[in-house]
């Protein structure tokens, strides 16, 4: 998720249990333990453009990697700050181990996927349970650890844990209860899909993404899962297919490896753009939820070398247009006619 938000998730669990002596401490290591994971993002490649997207949420994202995560920033802060808050080493790292630990755990419960399991297996597991960004998450729980250092009290950092399940719970439930209305979709299409995503889309648990992948290709849906249920069509598009989409591409070339590397992380969800034969696109993501153009894809190119890589773009179209179009889904109102495509 964003760096707000893993810091005050890493910074909530260290001041629940904090003494009213160590709540400024404990706050600020969890905070800044919970944020540090995220520096994978450093390692990159000035010629490789998926070096990045393969490292991210991997090693510093595992859970066996926690207690050196922590150890690491125990380290750090000890140096910098022992003296000034007169805490010992023992309970910087306790501070920096609980906020540590909470990092990779949140990121699984996006959607993105994350290897918390490395070095056993390189799976991204992606819980769906919560978007990436989501502010009536995150303000609650800046509101309650403010408070926390403020009032130096630890009840409201154990207030900030019980919102976080809850809202956790809220979202395994809408979860599967939009799992159970996809199912539906595809049984009133006469379709038995091969498997099935769902997740919220930007910043709520109201509107939801459902792609469930057929034979030859992938369907997408909108679901407002309120009291009421409103269902957006979308539409379907093909999986990519290398023999006939790309049929001059060397499958030996840096290029061929490049597809099966955006294919491991898009966990195989990839397909073709149907109104340009050289970009391939991760459909799982996208600004409105029955859509499917995706907002990231690799760009091939039949003129490049045998050792070229691919190009990667964002993609991330928020137009006036496909802003209205998502609120007016939030808000369970018709579409105009002509925003019906998911294509």
């Excluded at 909530?12 to 800044?32: D, E, M, N, Y």
Aim: charged content about 20%; some cysteine; glycine content about 8%.
């Amino acid at each position: 998720m964003d760096p707000i938000t893993q810091g005050v998730l890493g910074a909530s669990v260290p001041q629940a249990i904090a003494t009213k002596k160590h709540i400024v401490a404990a706050t600020v290591f969890g905070a800044l333990a919970g944020m540090s994971p995220d520096l994978d993002n450093l390692i990159r490649s000035g010629t490789d453009p998926l070096l990045r997207m393969e490292y991210h949420r991997q090693f510093t994202h595992s859970l066996v990697f926690i207690p050196v995560g922590a150890l690491i920033c125990a380290l750090l802060f000890y140096f910098l700050f022992s003296r000034r808050w007169q805490i010992n080493f023992k309970y910087t790292y306790i501070y920096c181990l609980l906020g540590y630990a909470t990092h990779g755990l949140l990121d699984a419960c996006t959607s993105f996927g994350t290897q918390l399991l490395w070095p056993f297996t390189n799976e991204r597991f992606a819980f769906n349970t919560i978007s990436i960004i989501d502010p009536l998450f995150t303000l609650p729980l800046l509101v309650l650890v403010i408070l926390g250092v403020k009032k130096k009290s630890a009840r409201f950092g154990q207030a900030a844990l019980c919102w976080v399940l809850i809202y956790q719970g809220l979202g395994f439930y809408q979860h599967q209860r939009v799992m159970g209305i996809g199912a539906q979709l595809a049984e009133q299409r006469q379709h038995v899909p091969v498997r099935m995503e769902v997740k919220p889309s930007f910043g709520n648990l109201l509107l939801w993404k459902v792609i469930y992948e057929i034979e030859d290709g992938y369907h997408t849906d909108a679901v407002r899962a309120a009291r009421d249920v409103t269902i957006y069509p979308g539409g379907f598009i093909p999986k990519l297919n290398i023999d006939s989409d790309l049929p001059w591409l060397d499958k030996d070339s840096q290029q061929a490896k490049d597809i099966q590397r955006f294919g491991w992380f898009s966990k195989g969800y990839l397909t073709l753009d149907p109104t340009n034969p050289l970009r391939i696109t991760d459909m799982r993501y996208s600004m409105v939820p029955n859509e499917s153009q995706g907002m990231w894809s690799i760009w091939v190119d039949p003129a490049a070398a045998e050792g070229d890589h691919v190009t990667m773009k964002q993609d991330r179209d928020t137009s006036a247009s496909r802003r209205a179009k998502l609120m007016l889904m939030l808000q369970g109102k018709d579409l105009e006619p002509d925003s019906s495509s998911g294509l």
